[in-house]
């Protein structure tokens, strides 16, 4: 049974798309929108936003100023018994 289920997802993973995308038999190509000056190619409809991959940002804030004294900085208060 597992060389089976093996045999079908080493199948199923052979069957990639190789080569240029292009629209389906009988079907049209994406129309361009309304403020678009012409259609898209298929490999500008691939490419993600940059919201959808967002850049790494590091903190180059720096080190944090040291904080004067703090007279609200007290202990808590004792609990009666």
Same mark, same amino acid.
Do not use: H, I, Y
């Given at each position: 049974?597992?060389g089976?289920?093996?045999?079908a ?5 052979a ?6 995308l ?35 940002? #590091? #903190? ?16 808590p ?5």
């Amino acid at each position: 049974m597992r060389g089976l289920t093996l045999a079908a997802l080493l199948l199923l993973a052979a069957c990639g798309k190789q080569g240029a995308l292009e629209p389906m038999a009988g079907r049209a190509a994406p129309q361009r929108g309304a403020t678009q000056a012409r259609a898209a190619t298929p490999q500008e409809m691939l490419k993600l936003e940059p919201q959808a991959v967002p850049q790494r940002v #590091d #903190d180059n804030q720096g080190p944090l100023p040291e904080r004067g004294s703090d007279p609200f900085n007290l202990p808590p208060p004792r609990s009666q018994r």
